[in-house]
Every structure is written in structure tokens, then in C-alpha cells.
């Protein structure tokens, strides 16, 4: 089944302790991006990457990071959250470099005390 | 750079009622236009997109759109609302390669 992947679904954190979420894609698509969802603001764009190796700054990237070192794989590091981190997150991918069908994962609710 | 503007965050209908959720988009090139929805505790999945060609697009579950580029209007409607169409609603707006903008979205509720 094609399917965008995130790991966790739901996580409690408190400021400043670092962490990962985790985002694979079985489709074989060059771009993936990553996006936060808060009430009344819609998607904004954290990072995208146009392919492995290739990564870079999306609307809002303060306090977050990323690396592709696979195709599959896009993972979200915050290396120091804090409370204004907290939202909805998702992980997208799609076939024609971020301006066709994006395909979401599941989101990733994230807490940060 | 492009922005989308979706006119109602709630819009409640009663089950059988027309759906018609708006977008008005601003763009400097012709655009491509998505409608997603997000569904309780799911990601976005596409409904229906316009690129070119044929201006009424048919989507998934009994949705479609009208690209009015003199309005710069893709409005959403369905013209029969069911209870699973209780959902979030997103328009999005794209000039170029990774260059989507989504509009803030639209709460649909489906009264019984």
C-alpha cells in the first residue's frame, strides 16, 4: 500500500529535551516537505527537499531541522523545543516536486511543556 | 506570491443540503488548484485538482470545482451532503514547483 509514514502519532515533551520525528515514504518520490497545521493558519511549510541530499528553508524553519540522506526518509529534529513548537505536524511527499498530489502522512501531534 | 483566501472557517449544512465551501485564490500566473480534506485524526488526502484544460474538475465522493479565473474563484460543491463529509476542508494554490500555499481551511458540518 502507498502510504507516508510518522513517528509518533502523539508525543509530550518538556523544553529544551531534543527529539526526532520520524517520516517514510514507499512511493519513490523525490520531494517530501514537512508542514505544521495550527488552528485558523492552515499548512505552513517547515522544510522541503527536492531530492537526497537536497534540502531547504520553507515558510516557517526556526528551531527545527532535517536531513535526507535516503530517498524514503525525511526525518524532523528540534533540537531545543519550546512551547511554541507545540502543533500538528505532517510529513507530505509527492511525485512531481511539490506542486502536484501531495500525499500526507498521518500527523504528528506534538506537546511541549 | 499566490495566497489563498477560504471565506468561512464553519459552515454547517443539514444531510441531502447543497455543499458549497469557497475559495478565492490571488495568483500572477494561471495557477493549479487542489481541494484536500482532512478527515478526524487523518492527513490530508487530495479531492480534486485543476491544472488546465476543462474548468469543471470532478473529484472524489461527489465533489467538484469551478475554476472562474475573472472571479478567481474554485469553490467546492457537492450537491447532496451525506454525514461522512463532516470533515476539514483545504484549498491550496500553486504557481511552481514546491510554491503551494493553502488557505486556513473550512470546518464542513453535516446536520442529521
Known amino acids: 500500500e502507498a502510504q507516508v509514514t510518522q513517528n509518533p502519532r502523539y508525543l509530550i515533551t518538556v523544553t529544551g529535551k531534543k527529539l526526532t520525528v520520524t517520516c517514510s515514504q514507499n512511493?519513490?518520490?523525490?520531494?517530501m516537505s514537512w508542514y505544521r497545521q495550527d488552528p485558523g493558519l492552515g499548512l505552513r511549510q517547515i522544510y522541503y527537499s527536492m531530492n537526497v541530499e537536497v534540502t531547504d528553508k520553507g515558510d516557517v524553519p526556526e528551531g527545527y531541522k532535517v536531513s535526507r540522506k535516503e530517498k524514503r526518509n525525511f526525518p524532523l529534529i528540534l533540537e531545543s523545543p519550546s512551547p511554541n513548537q507545540t502543533s500538528l505536524y505532517f510529513c507530505?511527499?509527492?511525485?512531481?516536486?511539490?506542486?502536484?498530489?501531495?500525499?500526507f502522512g498521518p500527523g504528528t501531534r506534538l506537546t511541549v511543556l | 506570491a499566490q495566497s489563498v483566501t477560504q471565506l468561512g472557517s464553519h459552515v454547517s449544512v443539514s444531510e441531502g443540503a447543497l455543499v458549497l465551501l469557497r475559495c478565492n485564490y490571488s495568483?500572477?500566473?494561471?495557477?493549479?488548484l487542489f481541494w484536500y480534506v482532512q478527515y478526524p485524526n487523518q492527513g490530508l488526502q487530495l479531492l480534486l485538482k485543476y491544472t488546465t484544460g476543462a474548468t469543471l474538475v470532478k473529484g472524489i465522493n461527489g465533489f467538484e470545482a469551478e475554476f472562474k479565473k475573472s472571479e478567481t474563484s474554485f469553490h467546492l460543491t457537492k450537491p447532496s451532503a451525506h454525514m461522512s463529509d463532516a470533515a476539514e476542508y483545504f484549498c491550496a494554490v500553486s504557481e511552481s514547483s514546491n510554491d503551494m500555499r493553502f488557505g486556513a481551511g473550512t470546518r464542513l458540518t453535516v446536520k442529521p
Open positions: 512511493m519513490n518520490h523525490e520531494y
Open positions: 507530505a511527499s509527492d511525485l512531481a516536486g511539490g506542486w502536484g498530489e501531495q500525499f
Open positions: 495568483s500572477s500566473v494561471p495557477p493549479y
